[in-house]
């Protein structure tokens, strides 16, 4: 955990000074107010849940099979994002293409984990 805290120190230090330079508009209050209790912590959970996932599982699975495996999962959820247009993105259907390019990257990974 605690290389986990230092990388979010690092990166919130990072994010400070980009901020610093483009001098982003302060939103008001009011505006802070409208945004879901949840939405505040989801992204510090989840990304926090993430670099301990990857730190810890890395030695046990080896490097490139973590990263596939991230790759996989973000290859998989952008294949659904596409089909049912989330956030208003242009709808591609899921279709034997995409599954098969799907069912490839898994046997990569698998070939990649065996070897």
């Given amino acids: 955990m605690l290389s986990t805290l230092v990388v979010f120190v690092i990166a919130a230090i990072c994010s400070l000074i980009v901020v610093a330079f483009q001098k982003p508009a302060i ?10 209790w949840y939405a505040w912590l989801v992204g510090g959970v989840l ?46 259907a899921f279709n034997w293409k995409r599954l098969a390019g799907g069912i490839l990257m898994i046997v990569g990974l698998l070939i990649i984990r065996k070897y």
Avoid: C, N, R
Avoid at 27 to 36: D, K
Avoid at 66 to 90: C, K, P, R, T
């Fill in 27 to 36: 939103p008001e209050i009011g505006e802070l107010t409208t945004i879901p």
């Fill in 47 to 92: 990304g926090t849940a993430y670099i301990f996932i990857l730190i810890y599982t890395a030695p046990k699975l080896g490097m490139a099979t973590v990263v596939g495996l991230v790759v996989l999962g973000q290859m998989l959820m952008a294949m659904l994002m596409d089909h049912y247009g989330w956030l208003g993105l242009s709808i591609h």
